[in-house]
């Protein structure tokens, strides 16, 4: 049987190439020199090849001493994965997360990161909102949030895809009080559309229905705007109806402040995904935030969508005004925006509004 190579020397060479000579891999592991040359030269006459060339002035590492450092630093990194895969079983998370998501998806995040702390005491959430595009390697993040329509651009990161969440046709109670329901894709023509701002400038909704094919709706918005969480707050406020990801309004319709109307129709299909640095080395804190978020949100998508409406609105709409009609309960961070979108309402009957934001 041929015998098997000491993998301690070649961790011992991958250590040596890695820190470029033996003098810095001696002092990084804390061995000797002699050490360290002893262990190369005996890999190097097990293997009857040449690795290093190296005098007191010179060290290169040869053709071969390449191949096998790839091979062997493959092999060690595989060895840390197991190792830190049987530690992740056996300690319990702790130490600080540090995490970064889109405006849009913090509010729909927030109750499953409150359940999270609960159940992993010994670690610390640090959430980074924006919606810029953030660098998780150069700014220190152990996860990113995206949502998105489109592909992700090609990078080194690591993509776990969670949940795809539909844009919904949704509007507030008030809205359709006064103005009646939609009953189908071309009722929308006699509504206020609150609209998403398209490059080419183009109005259409282009709703999908599993049974129903493609219709495509020749809208006229009385609101344009490329901020999803402007739009929003713009339906909140009655306003008129939005078209909108699941991950920006899904926590409203939830606590019945916006209703989905036109069920069975989309106007697309984003997803949310994860995005890490690394899998190799990750603590078991970071993988236990991406197991649950990964687990449970998709279960939180399926509860919404097995909820009938009604049960929505009753959790959320406990009280009614003087009309007899339930009134929305708006969080006192937003009631200054929505003054101005229900002036905007009131008084602008036909302009087309545009705000900016950070992409």
């Known amino acids: 049987m041929r015998p098997v190579l000491d993998l301690n020397d070649l961790a011992f060479f991958v250590r040596v190439v890695d820190h470029g000579g033996f003098t810095a891999a001696a002092k990084g592991l804390g061995v000797s020199k002699s050490t360290l040359s002893q262990r190369v030269a005996r890999l190097e006459a097990e293997l009857g090849a040449r690795l290093l060339q190296r005098t007191s002035r010179r060290f290169a590492v040869t053709d071969a001493g390449r191949d096998l450092h790839r091979y062997a630093s493959a092999m060690l990194a595989e060895a840390e994965a197991g190792e830190s895969a049987v530690r992740e079983r056996l300690g319990e998370?702790?130490?600080?997360?540090?995490?970064?998501?889109?405006?849009?998806?913090?509010?729909?995040?927030?109750?499953?990161?409150?359940?999270f702390l609960m159940q992993h005491p010994h670690v610390r959430l640090v959430q980074h909102t924006t919606n810029r595009f953030v660098d998780l390697v150069a700014e220190g993040f152990d996860i990113g949030v995206r949502g998105h329509d489109a592909p992700l651009a090609d990078s080194n990161l690591i993509a776990r895809r969670i949940a795809l969440t539909p844009w919904k046709v949704v509007a507030s109670p008030a809205y359709l009080a006064a103005s009646g329901t939609p009953a189908k894709p071309a009722d929308l023509l006699r509504h206020h559309c609150l609209m998403a701002a398209n490059h080419?400038?183009?109005?259409?909704?282009?709703?999908?229905?599993?049974?129903?094919?493609?219709?495509?709706?020749?809208?006229?918005?009385?609101?344009?705007?490329?901020d999803q969480e402007t739009l929003k707050m713009?339906?909140?406020?009655?306003?008129g109806i939005a078209a909108l990801p699941g991950y920006v309004c899904n926590a409203d319709i939830r606590n019945g402040r916006l209703l989905q109307i036109l069920k069975g129709w989309t106007t697309g299909e984003p997803q949310l995904t994860l995005l890490t640095p690394t899998r190799r080395g990750q603590l078991p804190a970071v993988r236990a935030l991406i197991d649950f978020l990964a687990k449970e949100y998709p279960r939180m998508i399926a509860a919404d969508r097995s909820e009938p409406g009604s049960a929505r609105r009753r959790r959320a709409f406990g009280r009614a005004d003087s009309s007899g009609q339930a009134?929305?309960?708006?969080?006192?961070r937003g009631r200054f925006a929505f003054r101005t979108l229900r002036f905007a309402a009131a008084h602008c009957p036909s302009s087309v509004r545009r705000t900016s934001w950070i992409a």
Do not use: K, N
């Not at 995490?99 to 409150?114: D, I, K, N, S, V």
């Not at 713009?234 to 306003?239: D, E, F, R, V, Y």
């Not at 009134?327 to 006192?332: G, N």
């Open 200 to 226: 080419d400038g183009a109005t259409v909704w282009t709703l999908r229905h599993a049974a129903h094919g493609i219709q495509r709706v020749e809208v006229a918005p009385r609101f344009t705007s490329d």
């Open 234 to 239: 713009a339906a909140l406020a009655g306003a």
């Open 93 to 115: 998370p702790r130490g600080t997360v540090r995490f970064t998501c889109p405006l849009a998806t913090a509010a729909e995040l927030g109750p499953l990161l409150a359940r």
């Open 327 to 332: 009134t929305s309960r708006i969080p006192a």
